[in-house]
């Protein structure tokens, strides 16, 4: 087949398997022993539909035209039925129902994946985003890209600028859903969501991130690795961000020196408590406009002098001079 030139290694090996099958000549689909009976799909399945796409045990009966207008990689697949059932053509896929049905409806649905910020699940962006790349279906693989994108930015200002409230709604633990979009973005090659993935994950306490199974035994061995590093590096920087409210009172100039005196010793004493329990800081994030509103209020005039200056000094320092200005610094010049 020619068309496997551009085809992705993942599409490559799924079509050898499916093309080893000793189906291909039956009439009626093989329902193995131990196999679980095909279940229809109860949002794609069109009964005027002119051909079945067939999962690992759900089936989709769709448009044939309407899909192929839409995938090279696709309209080749469906130009070669396996068999038929009630004289309609089937063609078998080995991809997951949960993603094959969230492509099919992305691309049959335009209500249904919509660009950001319309609200979506990241279930279905890893889905969208993993089959449209793996069949070649360009504008659904951007607009998952833009979702991911719109939550892992690529620079500092707009990392700071992400809302507390997102359009993405993230299983739970949330820890897992980074996890999974950090596989699905390796996965794709898409190296300017990975720094701002990893920092986020390097947030979350270690005894967190190791214990949670899949997502975490999903990821490369060097990956899990980095992942250590960074979050090691997170806590360094922990210190090296809250230097600027941890300086002493000065000598002269201070018009309250025993209460700016207790408030850097209680900062102080927190940040510790913060590190040594490794609890979920996020540095750059940690001194917001209300967290240095309220450090000014308990220091006075004097003592507040280039409070703000050097505290987003530190923020760019930290977030590192790399790839775009964003935090790439960590993670290597190829980022």
Same mark, same amino acid.
């Given at each position: 087949?020619?068309?496997?030139?551009?085809?992705?290694?993942?599409?490559?090996?799924?079509?050898?398997?499916?093309?080893?099958?000793?189906? &291909?000549?039956?009439?009626?689909?093989?329902?193995?022993?131990?196999?679980?009976?095909?279940?229809?799909?109860? /949002?794609?399945?069109?009964?005027?539909?002119?051909?079945?796409?067939?999962?690992?045990?759900?089936?989709?009966?769709?448009?044939?035209?309407?899909?192929?207008?839409?995938?090279?990689?696709?309209?080749?697949?469906?130009?070669?039925?396996?068999?038929?059932?009630?004289?309609?053509?089937?063609?078998?896929?080995?991809?997951?129902?949960?993603?094959?049905?969230?492509?099919?409806?992305?691309?049959? !649905?335009?209500?249904?994946?919509?660009?950001?910020?319309?609200?979506?699940?990241?279930?279905?962006?890893?889905?969208?985003?993993?089959?449209?790349?793996?069949?070649?279906?360009?504008?659904?693989?951007?607009?998952?890209?833009?979702?991911? #994108?719109?939550?892992?930015?690529?620079?500092?200002?707009?990392?700071?600028?992400?809302?507390?409230?997102?359009?993405?709604?993230?299983?739970?633990?949330?820890?897992?859903?980074?996890?999974?979009?950090?596989?699905?973005?390796?996965?794709?090659?898409?190296?300017?969501?990975?720094?701002?993935?990893?920092?986020?994950?390097?947030?979350?306490?270690?005894?967190?991130?190791?214990?949670?199974?899949?997502?975490?035994?999903?990821?490369?061995?060097?990956?899990?690795?980095?992942?250590?590093?960074?979050?090691?590096?997170?806590?360094?920087?922990?210190?090296?961000?809250?230097?600027?409210?941890?300086?002493?009172?000065?000598?002269?100039?201070?018009? /309250?020196?025993?209460?700016?005196?207790?408030?850097?010793?209680?900062?102080?004493?927190? &940040?510790?408590?913060?590190?040594?329990?490794?609890?979920?800081? !996020?540095? &750059?994030?940690?001194?917001?406009?209300?967290?240095?509103?309220?450090?000014?209020?308990?220091?006075?005039?004097?003592?507040?002098?280039?409070?703000?200056?050097?505290?987003?000094?530190?923020?760019?320092?930290?977030? #590192?001079?790399?790839?775009?200005?964003?935090?790439?610094?960590?993670?290597?010049?190829?980022?």
């Amino acid at each position: 087949m020619l068309f496997l030139l551009n085809c992705s290694p993942a599409f490559e090996e799924d079509f050898k398997s499916i093309k080893s099958m000793d189906t &291909l000549s039956t009439t009626y689909p093989p329902h193995y022993p131990g196999t679980p009976e095909m279940v229809r799909s109860r /949002d794609v399945w069109f009964s005027d539909g002119n051909i079945i796409i067939e999962a690992e045990n759900m089936s989709f009966r769709v448009y044939g035209q309407l899909v192929a207008a839409k995938s090279t990689v696709l309209a080749d697949i469906l130009s070669f039925p396996h068999y038929t059932v009630d004289g309609v053509p089937v063609v078998r896929l080995l991809d997951a129902d949960e993603d094959l049905a969230a492509l099919l409806k992305a691309i049959l !649905d335009s209500n249904f994946f919509m660009p950001p910020p319309s609200p979506t699940h990241l279930s279905t962006v890893l889905a969208v985003l993993r089959l449209s790349h793996k069949y070649d279906v360009r504008y659904l693989c951007r607009r998952a890209l833009l979702h991911l #994108g719109a939550i892992y930015p690529s620079t500092l200002a707009e990392f700071l600028a992400v809302p507390p409230t997102i359009h993405i709604t993230y299983p739970e633990p949330t820890l897992a859903g980074h996890l999974e979009a950090l596989k699905a973005a390796m996965d794709v090659d898409a190296q300017w969501l990975l720094p701002t993935i990893h920092y986020t994950i390097a947030c979350a306490p270690l005894r967190q991130i190791i214990v949670l199974g899949a997502p975490w035994s999903a990821l490369p061995e060097q990956r899990r690795n980095l992942i250590l590093m960074s979050h090691s590096w997170r806590l360094d920087r922990c210190h090296k961000v809250h230097a600027f409210a941890l300086r002493g009172v000065p000598d002269t100039g201070c018009a /309250d020196p025993l209460g700016c005196a207790r408030s850097f010793s209680h900062c102080a004493t927190t &940040l510790l408590g913060l590190i040594a329990r490794d609890q979920p800081v !996020d540095p &750059l994030r940690f001194w917001d406009e209300a967290g240095i509103a309220k450090y000014e209020s308990v220091r006075c005039a004097a003592c507040r002098l280039g409070m703000r200056g050097g505290e987003r000094g530190r923020r760019r320092k930290m977030s #590192g001079p790399g790839c775009r200005g964003g935090l790439s610094a960590l993670h290597g010049p190829s980022y």
